[in-house]
Every structure is written in C-alpha cells, then in structure tokens.
C-alpha cells in the first residue's frame, strides 16, 4: 500500500513536471532585441518573420542582417521556431541548412545561452536576435506589432 | 638542444593552430558534408553501394563578399583509384545592394527548382535520385560564367537570375569556343512554401564540342523553355517541372523534345512520407542531339526523416524505354548530414 502511494505521487508529480515543461515551452513570451545601429525599432510580425528566415540581406542603411537564436533545443529557442517561424525545430534547422548550401542565405549564429546571444547583438552592428527578456542597456528592444513582448 | 628544438616547434605549432583558429572565427567559415549508401535489388540480386560524398564550405569574407564550394568525391571506374574529384561549384558572391548580387564562378545553372535547390546534399532529395531528364543529359547543369541574381524583392517574393556562361562544351578553366551560353530565369513565391518559376536557356554548341561524353559533329542552336510548380507544404508536396527544348542544325533543321517530371508527397505523420514520381521524356522522330529514348517511369516511395540530417528511402521504380524495354528497381537509400 505504502508503495503503492508512493508510485501515485511519483506518477503524478512526473506527470505535473511535464505538462509544466510543455507549457513553459509554449507559453514563453518572447523579446525581440538588436543592435542599436542599423535595427529598426518597430516592425509589424510580417515583416519580423521575413527578416528572421533571411530574407532581407540589409537593413535600410545598408548594413548586413545577422540573425541570431537560441538553438532549437532550448525552450526558448523551440518557442521562437513555433512562434515566429511556425515550424518545429527540425523543420527550422533544415530550412536554414538548405538555403545555405543553396547559396541564398547567410547562416543564422545559434546560441546555447541568452547571455551569448545579448552580447553578440550587442556587439554586432545589423544583429537582431530573439530572447526571453532583456535587461542589457546595450540593446534595443524592439517593438513588434507595437508590443515590447510577442 | 634537441629539447629546446622540440620546444620551438610546439611553439610554433600551436601559435600557428591559435591563428588558424582565429582567422577561421573571424570569417566565419563553415564546412558541412553529406554522404548516402544505397542497398537496391537488380536482376535478381541485391547490391550495395556507396553514393557520392559531398564536402560544402561556405566563408563570409567581410559584409559584401562571400565565398561557396562544393566539391564531390565519387565512385569513377575509369580513374585509377576508381574515384573522382570534382569540383560541382565554386562561387565568389558579391551582394552589391539589399537582396542584389553578383555571382562568379562554377555554378549550377538556374535553369530549375531541382537543379538550383537541391545541388549534390541526397538528404534533401525528395526522392533517391534525380529526375530521369537529368540523367538524360536534357538540361546544362554546370554553368561556369558570371551571373545576376535577386531575391524575395516584393510583396510576391520576385526572385531572378541572369547568367552568362561559357556553355556546353567548354572546359572547367576555358571556353572552347566565341558562344556564350545565356539562362535568364524568374520565380515568384506568392505564399509561403510555394513557389512557381520559369526559365530560358539559349546556346551555341560548336561543332567538335565534347557534351555528356558525346562528340557533337554539327554546330547545334540549343533553346530549353522550362517552367516549375513547387510547393513544399506541411503535409502535401508538390514538385513538377517541364523543359521544351529546340535543337537545330543546318542539316536536321529544328527538333524538339519534351521532358519533364512531378513528384507528389503527403506527410502522414511527422517523419513519415510517401510520395510517387511520374518521369516523361518524349523526343521527336528527327531528334539528333539528345539520344532518342522516349521514357515512361513510374516511381512509388517512403521517406522517413529520422532528423533533418539523417534521412532513409524506399522505393519501387518501373521505367518503360523505348529502347531498352521495361525494367523495375527496388532501392533504398539512407543519406545523411554531417
């Protein structure tokens, strides 16, 4: 009986943890944040979606688009591939596979972790990146669809 | 002193590794294979074999130029170590202004979907091979010459390309003769994962020229017309192309040929697809330059994507030539990233 209890509270408290996990994946809100020269502080999601597949080559004043994302098996980076690119994060790292070996892109910088990611934007003119929240005053947030958050 | 020149050369080694390492970070360089291994059953046996190795690198030089090659080692059985290298493309990109570039070098022609997206890499092949119109030396694959190219211009996602080459015949570091080979291609992507295209391709292929291991022994005026449908949603595939192609000589006058191809897929669950393939080639009676072979192929298959990178096929595959009769292939094929 006792042990009995015990697989019950272990069968639900696993199950607790998934669905939290599966949740979180989902449910995070995301930031879109660049680098203060050349990144438009506003953009509608149509345009933010064309930007992040690669897209558009320069920003307005002629400075190189680089793209930058948390790898696809992180929560935040499997959330940008639901959210942003409508695409799993397998269907995500072949798309952009695929158009570099085609020659029509260049390859996004994947990241293991946000700081990584804060600072290359931060340090690269024309890097726009996605990420949880940002606190860095180095980095512009920008607005998409008007909201700070997506 | 043999301690000390032991020391210096570690030394030396290891700045030398530093710098090497720096350099390659600081341009950003990337090298990516893919390879493939077929197991396939033909006249009553089963066989296995190697596919090609593909060795892809890509450079970012600084903000406007970039640097892309792919080069192939595959099976050869007249090279004596019974492999070949060779050098599929070399090209140096210039974008020169927003979604604008120029492109130099070795390249595949954009002459279709299949020949400009999918290059050598079998993982992203809908099928285990190519299209029987490829094999049948229909379309330039190669062009090596200087080309336009714009991308994603528009609310349609207008996309060109207009190249001049050196054309069927040439060698890899010359022309062999005064024509230019001319293919001016256009898409437009009016939805996401759908893309429709067409294309032009216009060349003079001199008398003596050597093209697909054929001596050509008249001066041949060639013109390929080829239109493309793609759409590459998240359960239904879609690809078909048709090239319409003119060859004319003094002494044949004007032939055509038609040849074409589609593929058609349905995603059942998230790595599982099966698809077919309709291959048709239909030449005219007087046809001189290509070698005369109507082909009726008919190709049922399943994909299962194990990951993006890893990728194995099945497929069952009757062809029907006019010339050498029927003949039906069961093949399989596991192609990978790497």
């Known amino acids: ?150 | 002193m043999d301690k000390i020149k032991k020391r210096l050369i570690f030394l030396i080694s290891f700045l030398v590794w530093l710098n090497f390492n720096n350099y390659v970070i600081a341009q950003k360089t990337q090298i990516k294979g893919f390879a493939n291994v077929n197991a396939f059953v033909q006249d009553g046996k089963l066989n296995f074999g190697i596919g090609e190795q593909d060795l892809f690198i890509t450079s970012e030089l600084n903000d406007d130029f970039s640097f892309l090659g792919e080069t192939v080692f595959k099976y050869s059985p007249n090279s004596p170590t019974h492999f070949n290298v060779s050098i599929e493309r070399i090209i140096i990109n210039y974008n020169f202004k927003g979604n604008h570039s120029l492109l130099i070098g070795k390249h595949h022609t954009p002459i279709n979907y299949w020949n400009d997206t999918y290059h050598h890499g079998r993982v992203f092949f809908p099928t285990i091979d190519r299209p029987l119109l490829f094999a049948a030396g229909a379309i330039p694959i190669h062009t090596t010459g200087i080309a336009v190219q714009g991308l994603n211009l528009g609310k349609l996602k207008f996309g060109y390309n207009v190249m001049i080459g050196n054309g069927l015949g040439s060698y890899e570091v010359m022309d062999n003769d005064k024509y230019k080979s001319v293919t001016a291609a256009v898409h437009i992507k009016p939805h996401d994962r759908f893309q429709i295209g067409a294309s032009f391709y216009n060349d003079i292929i001199s008398e003596g020229a050597e093209v697909n291991g054929r001596v050509i022994d008249e001066k041949v005026n060639q013109q390929l017309y080829t239109a493309t449908i793609a759409h590459f949603g998240k359960k239904f595939e879609l690809l078909t192309e048709g090239t319409f192609a003119s060859n004319r000589a003094n002494s044949t006058g004007m032939v055509h040929s038609f040849l074409s191809y589609l593929y058609a897929g349905y995603r059942l669950k998230e790595k599982w697809v099966p698809y077919i393939r309709m291959d048709y080639l239909k030449y005219q009676e007087e046809e001189f330059y290509y070698e005369k072979d109507d082909t009726t192929s008919f190709l049922a298959g399943l994909r299962y994507e194990i990951s993006y990178l890893i990728v194995v096929k099945m497929e069952y595959q009757y062809i029907d030539r006019e010339e050498s009769g029927q003949t039906s292939l069961f093949n399989t094929q596991i192609a990978i990233g790497f």
């Open chain 1, 1 to 150: 009986m006792k042990y009995m209890k015990l697989m019950i509270y272990n069968f639900v408290f696993g199950l607790s943890l998934l669905v939290s996990g599966a949740l979180s994946a989902q449910d995070l809100e995301l930031t879109v944040i660049g680098n203060p020269q050349s990144v438009p502080s506003e953009m509608n999601m149509n345009q933010l979606q064309s930007v992040l597949k690669g897209e558009k080559f320069r920003w307005d004043d002629g400075s190189p688009v680089r793209i930058a994302l948390m790898k696809t098996n992180t929560p935040i980076g499997t959330t940008t591939c639901n959210k942003i690119y409508n695409m799993t994060g397998n269907e995500l790292n072949k798309y952009f596979l695929a158009l570099v070996f085609q020659g029509k892109v260049k390859a996004p910088t994947f990241f293991n972790s946000v700081s990584e990611l804060e600072s290359y934007v931060a340090q690269t003119p024309g890097a726009i990146g996605v990420l949880q929240n940002s606190t860095d005053d180095q980095i512009k947030i920008i607005l998409v669809d008007g909201k700070k958050q997506i």
